[in-house]
């Protein structure tokens, strides 16, 4: 293989940020404002006084939205696992392109004449 120092440098420092990522949650947290089935209430109003907002935890689960209902404690206190989940795949998105760029700096690799 021919893999230089700053190869190993850029590895060592991703391994380094990943090994600070910490707990991610995957999906988003977003709140909804929401009408109720009661007539009368304020929230069929014109304009509407909705109810809210709610926290909902969202994520794909086998294709499919998946979401769950937080509290806004909850919601304030994961957001950022959410931030670290981004983190994460930021991370994984460098260390994947790490390997291709091992291969293109390499010598043996045959070049289009
Ligand atoms: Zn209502």
């Not at 949650?25 to 907002?53: V, Y």
């Not at 926290?55 to 909850?74: D, G, H, I, N, P």
Request: aromatic content about 8%.
């Amino acid at each position: 293989m021919q893999i230089g120092p700053e190869h190993y440098a850029e590895q060592a420092r991703i391994a380094a940020e990943l090994a600070e990522v910490g707990f991610v949650l995957p999906g988003s947290l977003n709140p909804r404002r929401l009408t109720c089935t009661h007539a009368g209430c304020h929230c069929h109003d014109e304009p509407p006084q909705l109810h809210g907002p709610y926290w909902y935890w969202t994520r794909k689960v086998a294709a499919k939205t998946v979401s769950k209902m937080l509290s806004a404690e909850q919601a304030e206190e994961y957001q950022s696992f959410i931030a670290n989940e981004r983190r994460l795949r930021g991370l994984v998105r460098e260390l994947e392109a790490l390997g291709p760029s091992i291969i293109e700096a390499d010598p043996r690799t045959p070049r289009r004449r």
